[in-house]
């Protein structure tokens, strides 16, 4: 099974940024689509940045868009996002998700999906004045 592990997490400052990246050690990370998701309190986890396996196809939910970009380096098996002018709204838990490589999909159904994903333990983000 694939192991992911999230970094980056703390508390901010509304206007301020941050970097999180998710690491895997396992060598089919190339086959595997990426995505960040978010659990805000109280709500539904949602995909906000979702990169297929070869960084051609990327996808960013309308809460996010133009605020987030996402890479991947495939030789070091990390995949990046960073989200500037974080907002409160922006507070939730950030999870890392790697598609199964036999569940093939868009970027966008990946993102509109919570299935077919291995999953990172997850990494508090906090905006708070």
């Known amino acids: 099974q694939l192991q992911l592990v999230e970094s980056g997490g703390g508390s901010v400052r509304p206007g301020e940024s941050l970097r999180l990246s998710c690491t895997a050690s396992?060598?089919?990370?190339?086959?595997?689509?990426i995505g960040w998701f978010r659990q805000a309190p109280g709500k539904e986890r949602e995909g906000v940045a979702c990169?297929?396996?070869?960084?051609?196809?990327?996808y960013f939910a309308d809460s996010v868009k133009g605020r987030i970009t996402i890479s991947r380096d495939n030789a070091k098996r990390t995949v990046m996002v960073e989200i500037v002018n974080l907002q409160p709204e922006d507070t939730g838990v950030y999870y890392c998700?790697?598609?199964?490589?036999?569940?093939?999909?868009?970027?966008?159904?990946?993102?509109?999906?919570?299935?077919?994903?291995?999953w990172g333990q997850g990494i508090q983000v906090t905006v708070s004045s």
């Open positions: 396992d060598l089919t990370w190339d086959y595997h689509a």
């Open positions: 998700a790697a598609r199964f490589p036999w569940r093939l999909t868009t970027v966008e159904a990946m993102c509109a999906s919570n299935d077919d994903m291995y």
């Open positions: 990169i297929n396996n070869d960084s051609r196809w990327t």
